[in-house]
Each structure stands twice: as C-alpha cells, then as structure tokens.
C-alpha cells in the first residue's frame, strides 16, 4: 500500500540523533518547513546512549573563563591525528563554524551547556593538544519541561546506568565515587536515587537527562518548539532522485509507503557507518 498524497517540505532529515535534529533546528530557525524522519519507535539514536560530550574548540563557554589560544594550534593537532586524511577545507570550515554553531544554539533553541573546561585533549602528547577548553555537553535538563514528547525520546541504556538513572561526567560522577568518604557526595546521591525511583514510578523512566539524552530532549524540545514534524517507526526506504537531484525520499510508515517531497533538499543523518563493514574497508 502506498499513500496517494506524497507529503510535502521544503527540508526532510532523516536520522534523530544530534546531527539530525540540529539540522533540523537551524533550518526551522530559517523558517523552513521541516520533516524529521526516524526508523525507530523513538528519537535520539546513538546519541543518546552518549556521553554526549563535543569537540569545539574557541567555543563561547571557554572564551567567557578567560580561555583564549592560537587558532591554528587545533588545526596542528588535528594534522597529527588524522594524516593522509587531513582536508585542509573540511577542517577549516569546523573549526570556523564550531564556536559560532554554540553560541547559535544557546542564543535560539532550548539547548544549554556545561563546559569542559579542565578536560585535556584526549592525546595529550601530540603536537597542538591542549589541556583546556575544548570540551562542551548539554547541561542536565528535567524531563518535565519535555512534555509529552518525553514519551518519544530514546531512553539511556540501562548499562551504563544505575536502575536506568544517568550519571554525568563531571561533579555528578564524582559524588558516586567518593559517596563513602564525604558526606557532601553521600546526600548527592542519596537525592539523585530517591528522585529517581519516585520519577520510575510516577513516569516509568529517568527524568534527570544528562549526557546524549539531555543534548537529544533538548533539541528535540527546540524541534517541536519550531513546527519541526517528527515521523518515528519510519525506515527511509530510498532516495527520490529526479534530473539528477534528490527530490525527497520513500519511507516505510505503518500504513505503507510515504512519499516526501523535498524543495530545498534532503539531510541523511543515519549514522550507522561504524556497523558497514564494507564502508570501512572503502
């Protein structure tokens, strides 16, 4: 069965994680109409079984500790890790656009940050690492402000979780390590489990977000804030390609097949490279 009417935007995602669902902001912010499609019954993909931590250096939160370096010194590090694949543009682009993308998103969306300030570079012996200032998360958010959409939203996996409660890298993973030397760490947890376990039997699930899941509720939140249509247990079957250009793409819904008209373009942000073992080999 396929639906006789296609449904019509002028941007269509496919894919829910933090790429996804950025995308998907930012061109809503735009004021384009945006259809975001996801194959799972629920929002957030591998994101939000993430730490959720990001890579952006001379982002605004370092800039507002006083933490200022040379522009070329993560281009350095990043000519060292990533060799015979270094793209002068690509690079050139990120580094550009990273710092101006945060401050974009706590100036117009939900999305709100914690920084990672006294976090190193992971490779601290290569040439241009920094020890400082380079790391930013989505600050932890209360899944009440979600709304009902909570309901939709990829739950963390219960194996890096306790009873399916979160814990942030950070002052949150501290307390638990050290809840039986201090007092100050013993009533943390003591108030994150007790909250915890009354949030799993009132709402069957956490709502303390950190980590990927807050990044995801939290642009999940902007998305809906923004008129963004957010379409789950739809698998893109394939892409709609029309003179040459990618008009839109065929999904699965429950019903049949859905058409989905694209004017401006298609976003394809489906992750899932790391489980292609041909594309790897590529």
């Known amino acids: 069965m396929s639906f006789a009417t296609p449904l019509q935007c002028d941007v269509l ?8 669902l ?14 975001v499609i996801e194959k799972d019954a629920v929002f957030g993909g ?18 507002r500790a006083g933490i200022f370096e040379d522009p070329q010194q993560p281009r350095t590090y990043l000519k060292h890790e990533l060799g015979n694949r270094y793209d002068a543009s690509l690079i050139d682009a990120f580094l550009d656009h ?7 998103f706590e100036e117009h969306t939900a999305l709100r940050f914690v920084d990672g300030n006294a976090i190193a570079d992971i490779h601290g012996l290569t040439p241009g690492a920094a020890t400082q200032g380079h790391q930013v998360a989505a600050a932890p958010y209360d899944g009440r402000e979600v709304g009902p959409l909570i309901k939709r ?5 219960r194996e890096t979780s306790i009873l399916g409660m ?27 489990i007790v909250r915890h376990l009354i949030d799993l039997a009132v ?7 950190v980590n990927g899941v807050a990044l995801v509720a939290r642009l999940a939140k902007s998305a809906e804030q923004l008129g963004v249509q957010l379409i789950d247990s739809a698998p893109a079957k394939r892409l709609i390609i029309t003179g040459g250009a990618v008009r839109g793409a065929v999904v699965s819904a429950p019903d049949g097949e859905l058409e989905i008209l694209a004017a401006k373009g298609v976003v394809l ?8 073992i041909a594309r790897r080999r590529a």
Do not use: E
Not at 46 to 63: D, R
Not at 98 to 104: D, R
């Open 166 to 192: 979160p814990i942030m890298a950070g002052a949150d993973l501290t307390a638990f390590l050290t809840m039986t030397r201090s007092w100050a760490s013993l009533w943390h947890v003591t108030r994150r």
């Open 98 to 104: 990273c710092g101006p993308m945060v401050a974009f």
């Open 46 to 63: 591998a994101t939000a079984w993430s730490g959720g931590w990001m890579w952006v250096p001379g982002n605004p939160l370092a800039q």
């Open 203 to 209: 709402h069957g699930r956490a709502m303390q977000l």
């Open 13 to 20: 995602v496919l894919g829910s994680g933090a790429s996804g």
């Open 22 to 35: 950025s995308a998907a902001v930012t061109a809503a912010h735009h004021g384009l109409k945006v259809v």
């Open 153 to 157: 939203l990829r739950k963390t996996m």
């Open 269 to 276: 942000a489906t992750g899932g490279f790391p489980n292609d």
